[in-house]
């Protein structure tokens, strides 16, 4: 079976530029989360969706950041603009039901460069 | 104060040795606990749950302390593949009733033969 995917899985851009990251879902699930973790910060939860809809964006840094989950098995994660303290590994993970065993299926991640 | 708080290590243990990693928590209204392990460069994955009453499975004991708000994992036997980082999580649920996992930084366990 295919797991959570993501891409790209890695991405290299300049300050200032637009970032969109992808991620397909396991099928089936019908709770997504973006995650971002760095060195110094860990897994930071950015956003939370069940059944496409937002549920928790607290997470997100700023206006800079915007998630989006068209139906129920694609979301995004867009940077505009992007700026070097944005570079980290951004993971996408689903769960197969609201109240869960604690079990998040991630993905590869996205690991993001801004220069 | 970070939400859940791990020794960063790295841990440095022999093979066959026992080793046991601890992790605090501020909000006592957290609902649930994990440990989950992340390979070098790779995607974190549950490990197993923390129960309140203690739990194993297999070499791996986790424990749980609400009063002291802590959380333990003990392995027992460490086999070279035990090296990895260990991520304490904890759900801090909420009043929708939706999962919200918080994850501590991790305690990096290095075995060597």
């Known amino acids: 079976d295919a797991g959570v995917i993501q891409s790209p899985r890695h991405e290299v851009t300049e300050m200032g530029q637009e970032v969109t990251l992808r991620c397909k879902p396991i099928s089936g699930h019908n709770s997504l989360f973006w995650y971002r973790q760095t060195m110094m910060r860990g897994l930071e939860l950015l956003i939370y969706?069940?059944?496409?809809?937002?549920?928790?964006d607290s997470g997100m840094p700023e206006d800079r950041f915007s998630a989006k989950m068209p139906n129920a098995s694609f979301s995004t994660l867009k940077i505009q603009p992007s700026e070097p303290r944005d570079s980290a590994v951004y993971f996408c993970?689903?769960?197969?039901?609201?109240?869960?065993?604690?079990?998040?299926?991630f993905g590869e991640g996205s690991r993001l460069t801004v220069l | 104060r970070k939400e859940v708080e791990q020794d960063p290590g790295p841990f440095n243990v022999p093979e066959g040795a026992t080793v046991a990693f601890n992790c605090t928590y501020s909000?006592?209204?957290?609902?649930?606990f994990f440990w989950y392990r992340q390979d070098c460069r790779k995607e974190p994955k549950l490990l197993m749950s923390v129960y309140s009453s203690g739990n194993e499975d297999g070499r791996f004991t986790a424990q749980l302390n609400r009063a002291s708000q802590y959380i333990s994992l003990l392995i027992r036997d460490s086999k070279l593949s035990d090296s990895a980082t260990y991520l304490c999580v904890v759900n801090k649920g909420g009043n929708t009733g939706f999962q919200k996992l918080v994850f501590g930084t991790g305690t990096r366990l290095l075995v060597s033969p």
């Open positions: 969706f069940n059944n496409n809809v937002p549920i928790d």
């Open positions: 909000n006592s209204a957290s609902q649930s």
């Open positions: 993970a689903s769960s197969p039901r609201q109240f869960f065993t604690g079990e998040l299926f």
